[in-house]
């Protein structure tokens, strides 16, 4: 029944009138009650209020008098056109103040409420603690009565003047409201009824008529417009709904081809997207892709200026889906792999190109290639020498003397610790890349572990008639690390230093402080390190003098451990700029570490 719109205007309308009149009731007869209650305490405070001080204290002189209540009621008589007191719904009444019984008013006792209302109780209160200030004024607008209760004290004798009206106006009042409202009620609800029929009835053909225009066209029937009979705005939503019909008969190939175009977007997405139509200027390009190209949006706009080397653009327009194209470029430096397909239709549909960043994949791919290439170059020479002298050993038959055999022995064993130091390089580098190598934290002081790696390279260096100074500062603070990793870093950069010095070189360490930090420099006059070498310095097996390098048994992987450790400290191991011969390096490392290391 009330899926109906007619039954639902109409209802509509019913509710309207019968909420606006309700509120409109509540308002006039809370109004009208709220008017009544402030005129009354208005009335009551013209009377007792604090600018009528001389008729309150007439009032306490005439209290104090043998017969107070009397010359408290003639008082009163005189003020009763002032508080409307009228002797039928409004009277006054002299009480007690101590026990609030009546004895005189201008109505009789009965006309007192038969519970004493709370300012009576207010009022009987102030009058027996001797307060005169008090009064039961309170409003209730919720009750059926108005009263107030003045304290009257005068010599030994305590009054209360009592003022009660009894709402009997009031209520006279809002029954004739109630019934007019009420009438007015009726009325309007007959004229709501007419009305709803009338206006649903001009609203709801119309309407009918646009849904069976709809359900024809969701059915695909779009050649049955329907007749524009008005010029209001349902003659407009009329004439709307057929100009919607004819486009959306061509939006929906649209909808199709942008389907298929989405459809092949996902297909092949993986980072950089752009998107061509069937001219060749771009309609969608993300920021990856920007990125990609390092071209700002504004300059990729034309197929042929970025891809057309790769494969011309009316080949991909040829190419049938699910086919698509690959290819290779390189833009700024980093490697692409390029995916192209075609959208759509050859008429309406465009190019699609899928981007991949692969820099990092060729890097790593390069380095891997290098780091197995060095290995293998390292341990081949090695391995070669040994097997050299010990097949020299072997074929000899006793005939070598056993000073040259002692020596080949010798160069064999020592072959044989370059490729232990080798390995254990390896996998010393092993665990730090993996995470596996923990650091084992403490509070140490940093001056002490130079001092230490300063005494433990003091004979190495004499021996080659370096001089080795350490310059202390005034002090250094305890910093937080793995002591044995960070001595094993100053005794490589140490080590390094003395080894590369020609005999009777000069070797200086220094160290200082910051707020957060602290540092140490290893400089030297040695061979130094060219220009064109200074960036590969840390890499592994790089070394500047290969030669020189493995007679010193060197492996070439010293510094790249050391960077590692410094790295996990979250401290910087770096080249500083040297004037002169030989070389400086410095070690910078955080006091503290965060939360991240000591977990």
């Known amino acids: ?20 009149m309700a509120v409109v009731g509540a308002f006039l007869t ?3 009650s ?17 600018e009528q001080r001389d008729f309150v204290t007439d009032l306490r002189s005439a209290a104090a008098q043998e017969d ?4 408290i009621k003639n008082m009163m008589d005189v003020k009763a056109g002032e508080l409307g007191i009228d002797y039928r719904s ?3 009444f002299v009480l007690d103040g101590a026990t609030g019984a009546y004895i005189t008013g201008s109505a009789e006792e009965s006309a007192l409420p038969r519970e004493q209302s709370p300012n009576l109780l207010t009022a009987r209160n102030a009058a027996v603690s001797g307060d005169e200030t008090t009064v039961g004024d309170a409003s209730d607008i919720t009750a059926d009565y108005m009263d107030v209760a003045v304290p009257v004290l005068g010599g030994d004798n305590a009054f209360i003047i009592y003022i009660l009206d009894s709402k009997d106006t009031v209520s006279g009042l809002n029954s004739q409201l109630f ?15 007419l009305l709803s029929f009338l206006l649903s009835k001009t609203m709801v053909d119309p309407i009918e008529k646009l849904t069976a225009g709809a359900v024809e066209i969701a059915a695909g029937k779009f050649d049955s417009p329907l007749p524009v009979e008005s010029t209001d705005e349902i003659g407009i939503l009329t004439g709307t709904f057929n100009e919607m019909s004819g486009v959306l008969q061509s939006t929906l190939a649209a909808v199709e081809n942008e389907r298929n ?4 977007l996902f297909l092949h997405m993986t980072d950089g997207v752009v998107a061509f139509d069937h001219d060749g200027k771009v309609i969608h390009c993300n920021p990856a892709a920007k990125s990609m190209l390092h071209r700002p949006s504004r300059e990729i706009t034309d197929y042929d200026e970025l891809f057309g080397s790769l494969h011309p653009f009316q080949e991909m327009l040829d190419l049938q889906r699910p086919n698509y194209a690959e290819a290779q470029m390189e833009v700024a430096g980093r490697a692409l792999e390029v995916y192209l397909a075609s959208f759509s239709g050859k008429v309406s549909g465009g190019v699609l190109v899928v981007l991949h960043d692969v820099t990092e994949q060729h890097r790593n791919e390069e380095r891997r290639k290098e780091f197995v290439a060095n290995v293998s170059h390292e341990l081949r020479t090695p391995l070669t020498n040994v097997r050299s002298y010990a097949e020299t050993l072997r074929d000899a038959n006793g005939d070598i003397p056993p000073e040259m055999a002692n020596s080949f022995l010798d160069i064999i064993i020592t072959e044989t610790d370059r490729m232990t130091h080798i390995v254990q390089d ?9 995470g596996k190598a923990e650091l084992v934290l403490s509070r140490f002081p940093f001056g002490e572990a130079i001092e230490s790696v300063a005494r433990a390279n003091a004979l190495n260096a004499r021996q080659r008639g370096h001089e080795l100074r350490y310059d202390p500062p005034e002090s250094l603070p305890l910093i937080v690390g793995d002591r044995s990793r960070l001595e094993q870093v100053m005794m490589n950069v140490l080590g390094n230093a003395i080894k590369y010095t020609p005999d009777g070189g000069h070797i200086r360490i220094t160290a200082g402080s910051t707020e957060e930090t602290v540092w140490m420099e290893v400089q030297d006059d040695g061979i130094g390190i060219p220009e064109k070498d200074r960036d590969h310095i840390f890499d592994r097996f790089y070394r500047v003098d290969k030669a020189r390098s493995r007679e010193s048994g060197g492996t070439g992987l010293g510094l790249s451990i050391a960077l590692e450790i410094v790295q996990r400290h979250h401290g910087t191991l770096v080249l500083m700029p040297h004037e002169g011969p030989g070389t400086t390096i410095r070690m910078t490392l955080p006091i503290a570490q965060d939360q991240a290391v000591r977990a």
């Open 1 to 20: 029944m009330f899926r109906s719109l007619h039954m639902k205007l109409t209802l509509i309308m019913l509710l309207l009138i019968t909420s606006l």
């Open 30 to 32: 809370t109004s009208v």
């Open 179 to 193: 019934q007019i409202i009420m009438q007015a009620l009726v009325i309007g609800l007959l004229i709501s009824v």
């Open 34 to 50: 709220s008017f009544f209650i402030n005129t009354f305490y208005e009335q009551m405070d013209s009377v007792f209020g604090a």
């Open 68 to 71: 107070g209540a009397g010359l």
């Open 261 to 264: 175009k989405l459809d092949t």
């Open 426 to 434: 390896l996998l010393t580098l092993s665990r730090l890349d993996s």
């Open 90 to 92: 409004r009277n006054y």
